[in-house]
């Protein structure tokens, strides 16, 4: 993929090679020069820059690599070809791409000894309108949001390395699952890369390996699906079992509980034929990696084969599943759950291959209810993983919607899609006539959907519980928790709404499925707390958010030497019937805070600077657009995300309401099309952004401590300005 070359009047910072490398005529140069002096801060007081610019009538392209040619937009990107591999290098352009959420941590770990799961995502090529990496305004997406029923979620598409667009790494690493991109050869120029660096020896193979680790470590993301499906020389089969081991060991230096697995493709005499089972023709790649992942059209025989070869190393055979069941396979489609029934009755790992078959195939329309009904019928065969940190904060939004909701009110924005908004994900439990839960579309209380429990009230019963999150930490000495809920229906006043949150006993361990641990030693039922205790002042706004219909609700819990186990949401009947008595109630956020945690006081959001300027004409006449890149500073691990807001451009006095821009995952963000008053000759204009960190906890953020950029912009030639301020 061709980059755009910089040009001479491109702002922002530079390496120094890029400014060797631009011919610059003389005065070009002395006004590019200018222009970059005029960017530097002119204050910074209290996480305020100013910033000054003169509007640039020649805007140059950004590399087309990491931008999108018409808008600027950063979009994720993959490497073609030996060569492009080989001269990957980190540059300021891509980091974008790089992840800004750590992989969660959960219980059990990934390598506990029980079966896994893991999502091979394959769409139409891939790269679709997730390689926004700030989002798109796209109606009815693909998303994916069972995570907590799967281990391992890899990206797949048949460029020659797929790294995992960055949406899909931050919204997996939120919900406790690492993601795999692919390093795929096919066909003749497969065969021709293979030999290139295969046959070459140990410095080209170590030299493929050792990138493809520094690009997993760089983005963030967790390892690699190998996937060689050409034939290859005696030569380069010989070293493809050194190629693995060199492989896995640089990414599990340089990644964190990093993985490679090899997919069933080539045998060990280098001839191309898919053996549906680990035997001793691919057993060697095997040995050399992390896993195997094998193809589809396997028997009953071939996953007996597999288990009594595998020994100790059971979990590591990933057995394919195709959902959309193309060849001689067992079960596909809603009939996957007869495949999985047989690889479980094996002690068997499941890949499961392209269950987007569920969007491409029965269309996009009633795609959440198809999704819900596709996973619900694949739960029994699915170990599920628990939380096992705080803070716990979700307003279970999917990262898309028809519009955006903030407190419960509709801002009429529109269809959106991002996937790095995505929320911390539910269990979604079933029982059949009794309870569904669905996500909600229409209401929600932030983000673009709520989560919709409808069930029923059995005849002669006070109450039903629905188990959210399974939850595996030692209980700190005081929880604090926050419940905003709204009930439907002709009579939502005959019903209250409560949490529960089960524990045991400290030092009692599990390692099995938690949806089937035994029952709990201890249940509680947080105190209401009509308004906090003194001490916990900052949480006051917490419990008295309710609008629009939403109810809030808080609690706090004291707990001693025990490890909390389960959160339900309880609803109750006020009064007993023989009847049963159905419900729908949304839920618009829990949250589940640490008290001890909450005092810390909030940092400064410090050193907003403002590149990559991007000057057009429009939208509409006396009107500039301008695009640019954001970038701050504030302490790791502190911010769940950042709100990036624009306070508007005047040429006059005057304040306009904030207005969201976006959010950014990391310290970076790219405000895009900016509609800016054209300020008249002798005259600047000021433009004001806001950068709002949203704690992990959810805790507001005084406006004091969020990050500002007044950047003040005049026409060229002005000379001095008149701004009227």
């Not at 520094?214 to 380069?236: C, M, P, T």
């Not at 499961?352 to 596709?374: D, S, T």
């Not at 039922?525 to 958010?545: D, Q």
Request: charged letters at 20%.
């Amino acid at each position: 993929m061709a980059e755009a070359a910089e040009g001479p009047a491109r702002r922002g910072k530079r390496t120094g090679a890029e400014a060797g490398a631009a011919a610059e005529e003389p005065a070009e140069a002395e006004r590019a020069a200018r222009r970059r002096r005029s960017l530097q801060p002119a204050a910074d007081i209290q996480g305020t820059t100013v910033l000054h610019d003169t509007i640039s009538d020649r805007p140059q392209p950004l590399p087309a690599r990491y931008f999108d040619t018409k808008t600027t937009e950063p979009i994720s990107f993959f490497l073609t070809g030996l060569e492009e591999l080989l001269a990957w290098q980190p540059n300021s352009n891509d980091e974008f791409n790089v992840s800004a959420v750590p992989l969660a941590k959960r219980q059990p770990p990934l390598h506990s000894s029980r079966p896994r799961t893991l999502v091979c995502h394959d769409m139409r090529g891939g790269y679709l309108e997730d390689r926004f990496i700030q989002g798109s305004a796209t109606r009815n997406p693909y998303v994916f949001y069972h995570w907590r029923y799967i281990d391992i979620f890899v990206y797949f598409s048949h460029h020659t390395v797929t790294i995992p667009p960055v949406v899909w790494t931050n919204a997996a690493h939120r919900n406790s699952v690492p993601v795999l991109g692919t390093f795929i050869t096919e066909w003749t120029d497969g065969e021709k890369l293979c030999e290139a660096f295969l046959a070459g020896g140990e410095e080209a193979y170590g030299a493929v390996a050792e990138q493809l680790a520094r690009i997993a470590q760089h983005y963030r993301f967790d390892g690699w699906l190998v996937n060689i499906e050409n034939k290859l020389s005696a030569a380069a089969v010989g070293n493809l079992p050194l190629f693995l081991r060199d492989l896995t060991a640089r990414v599990h230096s340089a990644v964190p509980g990093g993985l490679v697995i090899w997919y069933d493709s080539v045998l060990k005499d280098g001839t191309l034929r898919w053996q549906n089972e680990l035997n001793d023709q691919n057993r060697m790649f095997f040995d050399a990696c992390d896993g195997l992942f094998t193809n589809y059209n396997w028997k009953e025989e071939q996953l007996e084969r597999s288990q009594r070869l595998a020994g100790p190393r059971l979990n590591d055979v990933y057995v394919g599943v195709d959902v959309f069941a193309r060849g001689d396979v067992i079960g596909g489609g809603f009939d996957t759950d007869k495949s999985l029934r047989l690889i479980r009755q094996f002690g068997l790992s499941a890949a499961i291959f392209a269950p987007g078959w569920v969007y491409e195939h029965l269309g996009k329309e009633n795609f959440l209810q198809n999704e819900n009904r596709f996973w619900g019928s694949l739960a029994e065969y699915l170990p599920t993983h628990s939380i096992c940190t705080l803070p716990l904060t979700t307003s279970f939004s999917l990262g898309m919607g028809t519009s955006t909701f903030l407190d419960g009110k509709d801002e009429d924005s529109g269809p959106w899609y991002d996937l790095s908004a995505q929320d911390i994900q539910p269990l979604y439990p079933e029982q059949q006539g009794t309870l569904s839960t669905s996500c909600c579309l229409q209401d929600a209380w932030c983000g673009g959907s709520s989560l919709q429990l409808q069930g029923t009230i059995p005849p002669g019963e006070e109450r039903v519980a629905v188990r959210l999150f399974s939850l595996q930490m030692p209980a700190p000495p005081k929880l604090f928790l926050t419940l905003l809920y709204k009930l439907e229906g002709p009579q939502p006043d005959d019903f209250t709404v409560a949490l529960e949150v089960t524990t045991w006993d400290s030092g009692i361990c599990f390692e099995g499925n938690p949806t089937s641990l035994p029952e709990p030693n201890g249940r509680y039922h947080p105190r209401f707390l009509p308004a906090p205790p003194p001490g916990l002042a900052k949480l006051l706004t917490a419990c008295h958010r309710g609008s629009h219909g939403w109810t809030s609700r808080c609690y706090e819990l004291e707990l001693q030497d025990c490890s909390l186990r389960d959160l339900s949401l309880i609803v109750s009947r006020q009064q007993p019937s023989p009847q049963e008595t159905p419900f729908t109630c949304l839920l618009g956020e829990i949250r589940v805070l640490d008290v001890a945690s909450v005092a810390a006081s909030p940092p400064q959001v410090q050193g907003v600077t403002a590149s990559q300027l991007w000057w057009q004409e429009g939208p509409e006449p006396g009107q500039l657009s301008l695009s640019l890149t954001l970038r701050w500073s504030f302490p790791p691990g502190r911010a769940r995300w950042f709100r990036v807001l624009s306070q508007g451009a005047r040429c006059r006095g005057g304040q306009t309401a904030p207005q969201v821009l976006g959010l950014a995952q990391g310290c970076l963000f790219r405000a895009v099309g900016l509609a800016l008053p054209r300020p008249a000759p002798a005259q600047s204009c000021r433009l004001e952004l806001l950068v709002e960190p949203v704690l992990r906890d959810e805790l507001p953020v005084e406006p004091e401590r969020w990050g500002r950029l007044v950047l003040v912009y005049s026409a060229p030639g002005s000379g001095a300005s008149s701004d009227g301020h």
